[in-house]
């Protein structure tokens, strides 16, 4: 089956740096989802990229679809402690399939 | 709006009991939801469709028998784990397509998932 594998797996930054994770996938995708998950919760969506070579912002968010439709960017500007989760990429198309997420943690 | 609740939130439960959890689309109707399972670490996968009014299908490698799908209702999925083993011990998530969410593609809006521990 399609795989999306997300790197880096985790990262572990200083509040306010900027943070960059990428997402890339065996096989096209027409739309890419950027999901996060905060603990003990279900994800929430940030973004949906839908047009190749499409960036869109949310906020301190921005995120790329690939020119090859393989792939997929995330960029979080100027973190704060509330960006702490696990972001997943995901592609939907009969079903969802997400990412292997990228754990962000703040050091204080 | 696009509300999906979950209940319990979490459940400690003996081996060999059966467990039963409940999806609601709070806002809107859902003619198909998915069941999702989480371990620790790991991303989430699907475990089956349930679609209201029609048998559940399932991905491979996940027992039908033992997680029975119940879609009765267009705001209502229930999941019961039979017979539950403490493998079986993981963060349950499912989620609701809203058909008519005005987004590109059917969205699917994820509840926030029940924690089961089987002791």
């Known amino acids: 089956g399609q795989q999306l594998n997300q790197s880096p797996q985790s990262m572990f930054i200083q509040e306010g740096e900027d943070v960059s994770m990428n997402c890339t996938s065996s096989s096209i995708f027409n739309t890419w989802l950027w999901y996060k998950q905060d603990p003990g919760e279900g994800p929430v969506l940030l973004i949906a990229l839908y047009k190749a070579g499409e960036l869109t912002s949310n906020g301190r968010l921005t995120a790329q679809f690939g020119i090859t439709r393989k792939d997929s960017f995330l960029n979080i500007s100027a973190s704060i402690p509330s960006d702490v989760g696990i972001y997943f990429c995901a592609g939907p198309k009969e079903k969802l399939t997400f990412g292997t997420g990228t754990r962000l943690t703040i050091i204080p | ?119």
């Open chain 2, 1 to 119: 709006g696009a509300v999906v609740s979950q209940h319990p939130s979490w459940v400690i439960c003996k081996s060999g009991t059966s467990v039963k959890i409940e999806c609601r689309s709070l806002d809107f109707q859902a003619t198909t939801m998915f069941w999702y399972r989480q371990f620790p670490k790991q991303s989430l996968m699907l475990m089956a469709t349930s679609n209201e009014g029609s048998k559940a299908t399932y991905e491979q490698g996940v027992e039908k028998d033992k997680f029975l799908i119940n879609h009765a209702s267009l705001t209502l999925s229930t999941l019961t784990v039979t017979s539950a083993h403490p493998e079986d011990s993981s963060f349950y998530i499912c989620s609701a397509l809203d058909r008519g969410s005005g987004s590109a593609y059917n969205e699917q809006f994820f509840g926030p998932g029940t924690r089961l521990t089987v002791l």
